[in-house]
């Protein structure tokens, strides 16, 4: 799996506005809620190219497969709703890149909606039993997204 941009990280620990959260084991977690509040978001701001949004939620989908886990896990994907499509880490960063000013990115220039699923798995408790998920969506779209050095040439694209 792919590893989340600090600049990433950084703006979803410190934002406050979590829109939803759901707690399960692994394999058994029930993401009804945060699915269909990204596809309400998607519906909402984007008005074509959409099924953008599938793209992520696949990538949510493999991060959420069954699997033995030995050590913590996190992953941050990322919806950012555009008028004509949602882009996903990867081309989110290379406009932060592009559009950042004197070490900021306002993301209201370029995206509708900011969203972002905070996936973290941890191992079990004891032998045999299943890893605790807990997927946290929050609304980024407001955040200060403050660069730092580092961020300029992290996965660049």
């Given at each position: 799996?792919?590893?989340?941009?600090?600049?990433?990280?950084?703006?979803f620990?410190?934002?406050k506005?979590?829109?939803?959260?759901?707690?399960?084991?692994?394999?058994?977690i029930?993401?009804?809620?945060?699915?269909?509040?990204?596809?309400?978001?998607?519906?909402?701001?984007?008005?074509?190219?959409?099924?953008?949004?599938?793209?992520?939620?696949?990538a949510?989908?493999?991060?959420?497969?069954?699997?033995?886990?030995?050590?913590?896990y996190?992953?941050?994907?990322?919806?950012?709703?555009r008028?004509?499509?949602?882009?996903?880490?990867?081309?989110?960063?290379?406009?932060?890149?592009?559009?950042?000013?004197?070490?900021?990115?306002?993301?209201?220039?370029?995206?509708?909606?900011?969203?972002?699923?905070?996936?973290?798995?941890?191992?079990?408790?004891?032998?045999?039993?299943?890893?605790r998920?807990?997927c946290?969506?929050k609304?980024?779209?407001?955040?200060?997204?403050?660069?730092?050095?580092?961020d300029?040439?992290?996965?660049?694209?």
């Amino acid at each position: 799996m792919n590893s989340t941009p600090s600049i990433i990280t950084r703006t979803f620990d410190h934002s406050k506005r979590t829109i939803c959260e759901e707690c399960a084991q692994l394999g058994e977690i029930n993401m009804s809620s945060i699915s269909t509040r990204i596809i309400q978001d998607v519906g909402r701001f984007c008005e074509s190219y959409a099924s953008d949004f599938l793209i992520g939620w696949d990538a949510v989908r493999k991060h959420l497969e069954p699997r033995p886990i030995d050590e913590p896990y996190r992953a941050i994907e990322l919806f950012a709703i555009r008028r004509n499509g949602v882009d996903h880490d990867n081309f989110f960063m290379s406009r932060l890149r592009d559009e950042g000013r004197k070490g900021f990115f306002c993301c209201e220039r370029t995206y509708r909606r900011v969203l972002a699923l905070d996936i973290r798995i941890e191992p079990s408790d004891y032998p045999g039993g299943r890893p605790r998920v807990t997927c946290t969506l929050k609304n980024l779209t407001d955040e200060p997204w403050r660069m730092e050095l580092g961020d300029w040439e992290e996965n660049a694209a």
